[in-house]
């Protein structure tokens, strides 16, 4: 079972109408429970930085989520502002992320002749797969996928950088440490190409 | 590089898909479900929906069809239209809806937008900006589905939406609507240069060339249209259409999209 973590600030419906058309076993969790009898969890995220780890805090879900994930290792896919939680902060605000990833979010910043740029990155666009693993099994040719943000995370360790997406720079697009994976884009809402990295997460061996 | 999007703009009254020709004579065009279900086999950038009636006839969005339609909707969703207050607001995003467009409630009470921004965050909040030329060609902001005059210049009115959160503002030309005669690119040149968020171009579009123009000539970075994906000239039969994204890359490829 995927366990779609639900505290109050994810696109939480679009993540389960996809799960639900590929046809894998998934809830939205709102409560402690749930989230411990999940095989694999997805934390979505979309608004701000602080006022999303607030919402997080103050769910009551954070302990079981650490301990799941810290504890038991339990696969995680963080997406946009979820995968921002990932890391130890963000520009954005003034709180501490997870800490588990060693990243940091920073706005988009352009100058010279990307000074034009809108902000935020919002659209379709390529990402670049870094390191191999199994969430790009299959993919069709040509994928593409939806972004929305204005910033994005820095990692200093190219270890963990799962792909890279072109916005005026390359920027960290994914984000990858053993069981917990991290995608800026929007995969719920990337037709058949985000279709096919969620086939390949609920197929990825617990 | 970011891809231009193209977004089909589609019109709700009464649970029904309708095209209107300067926001007035609503012509059906079918099931709404059918069509996403359509625009989702024919991978669409984006879709807009918007319910024309529910702002003048006080309802409330058409919560239970938005819900059927998210369900379809493997690509990013916005929806305008009888949201009043954030519960509204909550209960779209639940559904599985991107992006909630404000339009009457943004010129009457601005703070509405700066709320919405604040709990949401700027790129979950599109403000739907509808321009209509007076007697003497001054444009002027209109709401409540072009019934309402605000005597708002539209510059002004965008810098101000900016200002209050918007994350993207979505320009529409009341006089071009469903004409099929092309963006009105002055006006969208206009707001474009005095905004630093994306501008979505909306009103006019006849041919893809159309499209090209509002991102090349107009400076959009998205162009939206209406009929041109529910319609087939010369007789507009009703005809659901989006060009294969091949098509769409070549036809922006010398224009840099901002």
């Not at chain 2, 702002?55 to 969703?77: D, G, N, V, W």
Request: glycine share 10%; charged share 20%; proline share 6%.
């Amino acid at each position: 079972m995927i366990a779609i973590i639900d505290y109050g600030m994810g696109n939480v419906g679009s993540i389960a109408n996809m799960l639900r058309k590929i046809g894998a076993e998934a809830c939205i969790a709102r409560d402690p429970e749930t989230i411990a009898n999940a095989d694999k969890l997805v934390l979505p995220g979309v608004g701000a930085f602080d006022s999303g780890m607030e919402k997080l805090d103050s769910s009551g879900l954070l302990p079981v989520l650490r301990e799941r994930v810290q504890g038991a290792k339990v696969p995680i896919l963080g997406l946009c502002l979820g995968m921002q939680f990932f890391g130890t902060g963000s520009e954005e605000g003034s709180r501490p992320g997870l800490g588990w990833i060693d990243a940091r979010s920073v706005r988009f910043a352009f100058d010279g002749p990307q000074a034009g740029l809108k902000i935020p990155h919002m659209g379709w666009n390529h990402v670049s797969v870094e390191q191999p693993g199994p969430l790009f099994a299959n993919m069709p040719v040509d994928s593409r996928f939806y972004f929305v943000h204005s910033y994005h995370v820095v990692c200093s360790d190219p270890g963990l950088v799962l792909t890279t997406t072109t916005y005026g720079y390359p920027f960290v697009s994914g984000v990858v440490k053993g069981h917990i994976t991290g995608f800026q884009f929007h995969p719920e809402k990337s037709h058949r190409f985000g279709m096919q990295v969620f086939r390949n997460f609920a197929a990825m061996s617990v | 590089m970011i891809q231009t999007r193209v977004i089909p703009c589609l019109l709700l009254r009464n649970l029904g898909l309708v095209k209107t020709v300067r926001f007035r004579k609503p012509t059906y065009v079918g099931d709404p479900i059918n069509a996403v279900k359509i625009f989702n086999d024919k991978e669409v950038d984006e879709l807009v929906f918007l319910d024309i009636t529910a702002t003048p006839e006080r309802k409330k969005p058409p919560f239970e069809l938005l819900s059927k339609i998210a369900s379809q909707c493997f690509m990013p969703l916005s929806y305008g239209g009888g949201v009043r207050d954030l519960d509204d607001m909550t209960t779209l995003f639940s559904l599985g809806v991107e992006k909630v467009v404000l339009n009457s409630i943004a010129a009457e009470d601005p703070g509405f937008v700066r709320r919405a921004a604040d709990r949401f965050g700027s790129s979950s909040v599109i403000v739907s900006i509808d321009v209509k030329k007076r007697f003497f060609g001054k444009p002027e902001v209109v709401t409540q589905g072009g019934r309402r005059k605000t005597g708002l210049d539209p510059v002004r009115f965008s810098v101000q939406m900016e200002e209050a959160g918007a994350g993207e503002l979505f320009l529409n030309s009341v006089d071009r609507d469903g004409t099929m005669e092309g963006y009105d690119l002055p006006l969208i040149r206009q707001v474009v240069g005095a905004v630093g968020v994306p501008v979505v171009a909306c009103g006019g579009a006849g041919s893809a060339d159309d499209l090209r123009r509002a991102v090349a000539d107009g400076g959009a970075s998205a162009a939206a249209a209406g009929s041109l994906f529910v319609f087939q000239m010369p007789h507009r039969a009703v005809l659901i259409n989006y060009p294969p994204a091949q098509v769409l890359r070549d036809l922006f490829r010398s224009t840099e999209s901002r």
